[in-house]
Every structure is written in structure tokens, then in C-alpha cells.
């Protein structure tokens, strides 16, 4: 409990200082679920996202009306469950094989199941950005510490191996809240932690997993009603900005140089949002916003690599794959509108992503023949190849939007953007790709198409 004491002291003297009391302080609680996601795993098996339970509470205190400092306490009850490939474990016989009791043939495989199972209680602290939207729109970024409370794994482990109890890590927020009451608002919150520190002796394991929270919500401070009754301070639409949510699907495929004739394209979902900020009386906007992207590509050709095509002299395998990266993206872009009500708009600009994780998934197929001797291997690939990838990537973007109004400040809204990435997605020293003159050749990067649906709600903003 030690590890409270300062948010605590914080919170206290914060409501306590006359001159903060005109500020605001949100206080909520809720439950979910969470979705484990371990880091840095070998490609040796397939590791299973298993859901647990997430609860949590927490305090966010609004120094202006958009940026504020939240903390909490959070408990999360993580379980990975790995599935190592088993090349060839040999026969396991019945210990009564003359029965008649087993059927023949007398050999079983038994698959394997490995199983990580953590609680966390961990201490996150952000720093967060609001738009005063309906619902209001609440960003976090920062860091947290956890402490494991219970933690166990099946007998395949050595109890000799070095197992942390204590963690850091990044941890990344968005959180809706729509008002009930003056006061009181329901909440629902997306997270993504990654931790920083090996867990586990001898290996580079590291936590991670995303949470889906829901909740209600408290705001205390702010200003008197009395106050504002006197003053006429209110609330009123904000045309300056345009804040759209949207989902849908993106289209990518791998624009590299050479040797892309194996590459097809992918298709993953996409989905985030976009603010748009009127410059000064002129109809052109600063677009920014953030947008969850999954793209990479296909792969149905022969290789000695699951996720990539690598020259003619070592192929083994004919793969069927399909290699994808979970992408955080961020553009910067000048939208301009044409139309006196501002319904289409084309934008152009740079964006910047960051890359989540990457995972290689598919079939590959060997075949060995040799004076009458024939030998057909099929491997279910479901590798974590994230070290293998650059961990950001940034480029060009060009778009058009549609913004038809429908009620009250609401729009239907609909998007079409390409981005071309600029930089090479593969950490070729990872990944294991010699520098010499044919690999030289090797250059991949990402390209995607998206389309998009939702909906445009309004912003306000406080007049006196």
C-alpha cells in the first residue's frame, strides 16, 4: 500500500488548495475484460490470446479543459497459453497394448499446452487529452508499475528458472464518457500495457495484453452551478472543429522492390478517429486523429522463410501465409473542403505509425522424394515475428471524406485514403537477412487502401 501513498497526498492537497478549487476531478470505477498479449515470444509455437477478468478505478484531474493527469488502481488477471510445435516427439504406447480394450494402432500423440498465469496489481499514471464532444473523448498516454500477486505455470517449467514479481511498462488509453446526469457519466475505455522487464529466467518474455473496460463515472469541482447561472457561461456547438469516429476495412500489400511477384494483397480491419481543426475563416483544416490498422500481405510461393520470399538458391517450402502488423496510426494532414457546407473534403499530408506487434500465419508445405522414398511435411505457422519488423513507420497519405449532416450536429460520415509507407518494415538484422548482393535487393514496406463509415459528432465549446 505504500505505493499509493503519493497519488493519494496528491489528490487531497489538489481538492484541498483554494486556488484549484474552480478545477475539475473525475473519479470512476468499472469492469471488463482483458486479452493477453505476450511480447518478445521465439517462433517456436503458437500462443493463444485467452481473455480474463479487469477492474479497476481511477482519478483524472483536469488542469485545463483539455490536458489532465490521471492515475488509479487496477487489478487484471492475465493467462497465456502457448502451443509449441512438436517436430517429432516419437510414439507414446498403451501400457496394456495386448487389450482389446484400445484400438489399434497402439500410438497416441498427446499435444502439448504450456500455461502462464499472472495476477497484476499495477499503478498507471498518464497524461491524457479530452474533446469536449458528446461523448467526450479522452486520450492517455504514460507508464505504469505493477506488482504480481499470484502468478503460475505448468509443470514444464523449471521452478529453478527466475520468475519476476514486479513490472513497468507503456500504457496507452482512449475512454468515451456520455453524461446521465449533471455529474454522473458512463464510461466505456480501451488499453493497450506492454511491459518493459523479462519475467521469465532465460527467456526474453514480456507482458502485455489490451483491456476492454466499462464503468461509471463521477465529476467533482468544476465551478458552482450558482456561478455559472450568474455569469451565463453555457455550452454551444464548436464549428471550428469536426471530430468524426469511424470503422472498416484496409486493404495493404508489400511495395517493395524486387522479388514481390510472391506478394499478395491483405485484408484487415481498421478503425479509429479523426479531429479536424478549422484554420483561422479559410475552409482548410489541420486533420489529425488516431486509427488502429492491421496490414501486411500474403505470401503463396515457395521460400525458405514462412513470412518472406528469400531468393532461389535455399527454397524448402511452398508457404501460404499470411504476414501481418498491428499498426497505431497518426496523421498530419491539411484537409480542403469544397462545397459551401463543408460536406466533401480532400486531404493530403504525412502520418506516423507505431508498430503493436507482428504475427506470420498460415501453411507451409516440404516434400522430400529420393530413390522411391516420398515424404510430405505440412506446418501450421503462427509465429510472432514483431522483433523481425521496425517498430515505426511513417510515410505519405492522401484521402477524401464525406460529411453529410443529419441532426443536431450529427453526420454520416465516409472515408477513402491511401498511405504509402516510406521506410523498410523488416529489421533485417533481426530478421536475419545477410547483407550481401541478392538480399541487398530486399526492400519492403507497406501500402494501404481503407475505407470508412461512422459517424460525425458535434464538439462544444464554453462561452460566457
Not at 477478468?53 to 482519478?59: D, K, N, Q
Not at 513470412?307 to 484537409?335: K, N
Request: charged share 20%; proline share 5%; aromatic share 14%.
Amino acid at each position: 500500500m505504500k505505493h499509493l501513498t503519493i497519488p493519494c497526498v496528491l489528490f487531497i492537497m489538489s481538492v484541498s488548495l483554494p486556488g484549484l478549487k474552480g478545477q475539475k476531478f473525475t473519479v470512476g470505477a468499472g469492469s471488463g475484460i482483458n486479452f493477453s498479449d505476450i511480447h518478445n515470444v521465439e517462433a517456436s509455437g503458437y500462443w493463444k490470446p485467452k481473455p480474463g477478468p479487469s477492474a479497476g478505478m481511477f482519478v483524472r484531474w483536469s488542469i485545463t479543459p483539455v490536458l489532465g493527469l490521471q492515475t488509479g488502481l487496477d487489478y487484471s488477471a492475465v493467462y497465456y497459453e502457448n502451443h509449441p510445435y512438436v517436430t517429432d516427439p516419437g510414439p507414446i504406447y498403451y501400457p496394456m497394448s495386448s487389450s482389446s480394450m484400445y484400438p489399434d494402432p497402439r500410438i497416441i500423440m498427446i499435444p502439448v499446452i504450456e500455461n502462464f498465469n499472472h495476477s497484476f496489481l499495477s499503478l498507471p499514471l498518464q497524461l491524457t487529452v479530452t474533446v469536449p464532444s458528446v461523448p467526450s473523448l479522452t486520450l492517455g498516454a504514460g507508464m505504469f508499475w505493477t506488482s504480481v500477486i499470484d502468478q503460475d505455470w505448468n509443470y514444464s517449467y523449471s521452478l529453478e528458472d527466475f520468475v519476476s514479481d514486479t513490472d513497468y511498462g507503456y500504457v496507452f488509453s482512449l475512454s468515451l464518457d456520455y453524461p446521465v446526469t449533471e455529474r454522473m457519466n458512463f464510461f466505456t475505455r480501451g488499453r493497450y500495457l506492454t511491459g518493459r522487464k523479462e519475467f521469465f529466467g532465460g527467456r526474453d518474455y514480456r507482458h502485455g495484453y489490451s483491456d476492454l473496460m466499462a464503468g461509471l463515472s463521477f465529476t467533482l469541482g468544476g465551478g458552482r452551478t450558482d456561478e455559472d447561472g450568474v455569469s451565463g457561461s453555457g455550452e454551444e456547438m464548436n464549428d471550428d472543429v469536426r471530430l468524426s469516429w469511424f470503422a472498416g476495412a484496409a486493404v495493404s500489400w508489400n511495395s517493395g522492390n524486387v522479388l514481390n511477384a510472391g506478394y499478395k494483397p491483405y485484408a484487415g480491419p481498421s478503425s479509429g478517429f479523426s479531429v479536424g481543426f478549422r484554420l483561422g475563416e479559410s475552409k482548410t483544416r489541420f486533420t489529425t486523429g488516431l486509427t488502429l490498422e492491421r496490414v501486411g500481405y500474403s505470401m503463396c510461393d515457395s521460400s525458405d522463410s514462412y513470412y518472406r520470399f528469400a531468393g532461389s538458391d535455399h527454397l524448402s517450402y511452398y508457404v501460404d501465409t499470411r504476414t501481418s502488423s498491428d499498426y497505431a496510426v497518426i496523421p498530419a494532414l491539411l484537409s480542403f473542403s469544397l462545397g459551401e457546407k463543408d460536406i466533401l473534403s480532400l486531404s493530403t499530408g504525412p502520418w506516423f505509425a507505431a508498430r503493436l506487434n507482428s504475427q506470420c500465419r498460415g501453411l507451409a508445405v516440404n516434400e522430400n522424394e529420393a530413390g522411391g522414398y516420398y515424404r510430405r511435411t505440412e506446418i501450421t505457422v503462427n509465429d510472432d515475428i514483431t522483433e523481425f519488423t521496425r517498430r515505426n513507420d511513417f510515410g505519405w497519405m492522401i484521402g477524401a471524406d464525406l460529411a453529410v449532416p443529419l441532426h443536431n450536429g450529427t453526420g454520416f460520415y465516409l472515408g477513402l485514403k491511401f498511405r504509402q509507407g516510406l521506410t523498410e518494415t523488416m529489421n533485417r538484422e533481426s530478421a536475419g537477412i545477410p547483407d550481401d548482393t541478392l538480399e541487398k535487393q530486399i526492400f519492403m514496406r507497406n501500402s494501404v487502401v481503407s475505407l470508412h463509415a461512422g459517424l460525425t459528432v458535434p464538439v462544444f465549446k464554453t462561452v460566457k
